[in-house]
């Protein structure tokens, strides 16, 4: 069995530490083997990045035991020998002229963690662990040191180095760039590999038009200056997974108005077409969540086809949407509650609070820390009700869209004050106050707090039909009527005003009050 399972692919080298027997650990044989590849690797024209990980499921576990025991019998002489062509490899991985990435996928202990040190950008599985344990067998990280320092900062480093302890927050640490789920963890890489690509692209364009760079008055080669590009473009990767995550969410407005105007094949074949690209350029798993996201959206426009109402629609697309999250909170809870403490997790690192603590004042820091774990200590508990929330949103978003678009160019299709006039059964008020009594109860307390935030989210819904019931019948131009709304929602206590608008009106239905007198009676 090879010691290296090298495959190039769209110019990405998959280099896969392939003993998984002794979960990756390197001996002589493989430092020599890895050191080689590497350099081949970046001699090779053809190869813009390199990607790092390990078979089976560990990325790898240091120097290997048995190995390190014959070099327990050799002399001074050999074991230096051996140091400095660990050193080498160490050195080589850590100054490769393409952008490298560690894909951590399962435990790194020792030297493993001195290769994701060396690394441009790691990307760690949430089960990784990470531990410099060379201390608890006697020896010192002499030669990945420099590098882990690098990475962690000192003060860090003295920590790990002499206690061998565990590292359970490597995103605090700056030990790796992002942390994700297992399936999550092959998008990521597809978004970072997706920046490297432009990055690459600008390089070789300033490659084509000049051998050297001026920067701040000298003279820089093509490789350096290509290098620099790449890793500037290379920390742009979670910006363009925000970016991707909005194109996401606008997917199916385009895709309504194939519906409503071509037919339903054309819109399910644009809706397949999108996913399967998504499916090649970031992974088949990216591809099958855009295509369980974006196809329940088009029973909006079914619905309008049928003559049934877009209102009617938006019920259809968030009951499956809905139906979709509450399978995956099932069967994949961890992983769901771990994607949705993700941004709240890096909000309160030490990494993110140093550098808040170097533009703003300390009690303004202080007051964020504890908004922040106030924030976090709450989605712990209704993250399951979130999801909801944001399939709700998602579904109004995209109607919002397609509204507006036929408001402007087909207003045909649309039922006026559809709407303006919702307005919710008697019965949400009614387990609004179940909600509310069962959580007096611990046992049932979780669930009654995600079931008020979903009800008062539906009532400020119905809270928003209200105000927008009103701001159509001002005597002002549409754009004023459009800036009402737009304050109303700006305010910080929106969401508290429109859900006790909505929770009264089923009571005392404020629109009533808007008809003429003879019309109420």
């Known amino acids: 069995m090879p010691l290296l399972d090298i495959a190039i692919e769209r110019q990405v080298a998959r280099v896969v530490l392939n003993r998984p027997d002794v979960h990756n650990a390197f001996d002589d044989a493989l430092i020599a083997e890895l050191t080689t590849a590497l350099g081949a690797l970046d001699a090779d024209s053809g190869v813009r990045a390199v990607l790092l990980t390990g078979a089976g499921a560990s990325f790898s576990a240091g120097a290997d035991l048995n190995w390190m025991r014959r070099m327990a019998q050799a002399g001074e002489a050999e074991n230096r020998a051996d140091a400095e062509r660990l050193a080498a490899l160490m050195r080589t991985l850590n100054f490769l002229s393409k952008p490298t990435i560690a894909r951590v996928n399962g435990a790194a202990y020792g030297g493993g963690v001195g290769l994701v040190a060396c690394c441009d950008i790691a990307i760690a599985a949430d089960g990784a662990k990470f531990g410099l344990t060379e201390v608890k067998l006697g020896l010192v990280p002499a030669v990945i040191s420099p590098y882990v320092i690098a990475a962690i900062g000192a003060r860090h480093a003295r920590r790990l180095f002499v206690t061998g302890e565990m590292c359970l927050s490597p995103i605090s640490l700056s030990m790796v760039t992002k942390l994700a789920p297992q399936r999550i963890v092959s998008v990521m ?128 697309a968030f009951a499956l949407l809905a139906l979709e999250v509450g399978g995956a909170l099932v069967f994949n809870n961890d992983e769901m509650r771990a994607i949705a403490l993700a941004s709240l997790e890096h909000s309160r690192s030490p990494e993110f609070l140093e550098g808040m603590r170097a533009s703003m004042p300390p009690e303004q820091v202080d007051a964020f820390v504890e908004q922040a774990t106030t924030a ?146």
């Open 189 to 316: 890489m597809g978004v970072f590999f997706l920046a490297l690509s432009a990055s690459n692209f600008l390089a070789s364009m300033l490659a084509r038009f000049t051998s050297s760079a001026t920067v701040n008055g000298q003279l820089v080669d093509r490789a350096a200056a290509m290098s620099t590009y790449a890793s500037v473009f290379a920390r742009l990767g979670v910006l363009a997974l925000g970016v991707m995550v909005l194109l996401a969410l606008l997917a199916p407005f385009p895709l309504l108005v194939v519906r409503l105007r071509h037919g339903m094949v054309p819109a399910l074949l644009g809706t397949v077409s999108a996913a399967a690209l998504v499916g090649s350029i970031v992974g088949g798993g990216a591809g099958l969540m855009y295509l369980m996201l974006v196809a329940p959206a088009l029973l909006i426009g079914e619905s309008m086809a049928r003559g049934r109402g877009m209102l009617r629609g938006c019920g259809w």
């Open 376 to 521: 976090y200590e709450a989605m712990q508990v209704v993250y399951p009700a979130a999801y909801v929330i944001l399939v709700a949103l998602f579904v109004l978003i995209n109607a919002s869209l397609l509204r507006l678009y036929l408001r402007r160019r087909d207003p045909g299709w649309l039922d006026a004050g559809e709407f303006e006039g919702v307005r919710w059964p008697f019965v949400l008020a009614i387990a609004f106050v179940a909600l509310g009594l069962a959580v007096l109860s611990p046992l049932l307390r979780p669930f009654a707090y995600n079931g008020l935030l979903i009800v008062a989210f539906f009532f400020g819904l119905q809270g928003l039909a209200v105000v927008s019931f009103y701001a159509q019948r001002l005597a002002a131009p549409p754009l004023l009527r459009a800036a009402v709304l737009v304050l109303v929602l700006i305010n910080p206590w929106a969401p508290q005003i429109l859900s006790l608008i909505g929770l009264f009106d089923i009571w005392f239905d404020f629109r009533k009050w808007a008809e003429p007198p003879e019309a109420r009676a």
